[in-house]
């Protein structure tokens, strides 16, 4: 079952260097319209895959709307209206983050793999 969706925090996800780790599977209610996520990676190695997926229903398949580093930067399109930055590549001992749009939105997925050795990351959510 998928996390609730409110101000909540997740620490402490171990992230494997082999393979994409689910991080978070997250139902939106539909009285949502913003999710706002930050990831902090404050341990000793750097990512190398940072995947959101979104459902529009819950018998949908997932599509992916960020998984390259254009995606994060330069090719920002809706429904994600804000990104930090690269987050396929954040470095030790860095932050992170993005804002989407949930409107219409079942539920979100992130995923992530470690560059050569794994690591953890936690996430920080909230929506209005």
Same mark, same amino acid.
């Given at each position: 079952?998928?996390?609730?969706?409110?101000?909540?925090r997740k620490?402490?996800?171990?992230?494997?260097?082999?393979?994409?780790?689910?991080?978070?599977?997250?139902?939106?209610?539909k009285?949502?319209?913003?999710?706002?996520?930050?990831i902090?990676?404050?341990?000793?190695y750097?990512?190398? %895959?940072?995947i959101l997926?979104?459902?529009?229903?819950?018998?949908?398949?997932?599509?992916i709307?960020?998984?390259? %580093?254009?995606?994060?930067?330069?090719?920002?399109?809706?429904?994600?209206?804000?990104?930090?930055?690269?987050?396929?590549?954040l470095v030790?001992?860095?932050?992170g983050?993005?804002?989407?749009?949930?409107?219409g939105?079942?539920?979100?997925?992130?995923? %992530?793999?470690?560059?050569?050795?794994?690591?953890k990351?936690t996430?920080?959510?909230?929506?209005?």
């Amino acid at each position: 079952m998928a996390d609730p969706i409110k101000n909540n925090r997740k620490a402490d996800i171990a992230v494997a260097a082999s393979g994409n780790t689910e991080l978070l599977v997250l139902d939106i209610p539909k009285n949502r319209e913003v999710l706002g996520m930050s990831i902090e990676n404050a341990n000793l190695y750097a990512l190398d %895959a940072f995947i959101l997926s979104i459902r529009f229903n819950d018998l949908g398949p997932w599509l992916i709307i960020a998984n390259t %580093a254009a995606n994060w930067t330069t090719a920002i399109t809706s429904p994600l209206k804000w990104s930090s930055g690269d987050l396929t590549t954040l470095v030790k001992n860095t932050d992170g983050g993005f804002l989407l749009e949930t409107r219409g939105i079942s539920t979100i997925k992130l995923e %992530a793999s470690a560059n050569t050795t794994a690591t953890k990351v936690t996430l920080t959510w909230g929506s209005k």
